[in-house]
Nanobody
Framework: QVQLVESGGGLVQPGGSLRLSCAASGSVFSINAMNWHRQAPGKQRELVATITSGGSTNYADSVKGRFTISRDNAKNTVYLQMNSLKAEDTAVYYC??????????????WGRGTQVTVSS
């Protein structure tokens, strides 16, 4: 079994910062792209940031210049550093990754999410 577990969410004031973490555990052979998504109340889930196994990154326009995605391959962990947070960043943040349990058997896995609330 493979699990993705997010941590680091919470309540922060506008302009503040938070760092999310997502660790993969279990029978992990290798991990391809790792992603952060978010879903605000009444809205569809959206892709926030992506990082490939080689370290290439991509961001949604709404977070460019404020959020930074990174990963530690030795720890099977992806991070999302969120700075200059705005009220519109309030959402449940989900980690997602394509994980190989063996050399040939891979699939998408999702974490359960962590709540980020930006409010004064």
């Amino acid at each position: 079994q493979v699990q993705l577990v997010e941590s680091g969410g919470g309540l922060v004031q506008p302009g503040g910062s938070l760092r999310l973490s997502c660790a993969a555990s279990g029978s992990v052979f290798s991990i391809n792209a790792m992603n952060w998504h978010r879903q605000a109340p009444g809205k569809q889930r959206e892709l926030v940031a992506t990082i490939t196994s080689g370290g290439s990154t991509n961001y949604a326009d709404s977070v460019k210049g404020r959020f930074t995605i990174s990963r530690d391959n030795a720890k099977n962990t992806v991070y999302l550093q969120m700075n200059s947070l705005k009220a519109e960043d309030t959402a449940v943040y989900y980690c997602n990754a394509f994980i190989f349990r063996t050399m040939v058997a891979g699939e998408h896995y999702w974490g359960r999410g962590t709540q980020v609330t930006v409010s004064s």
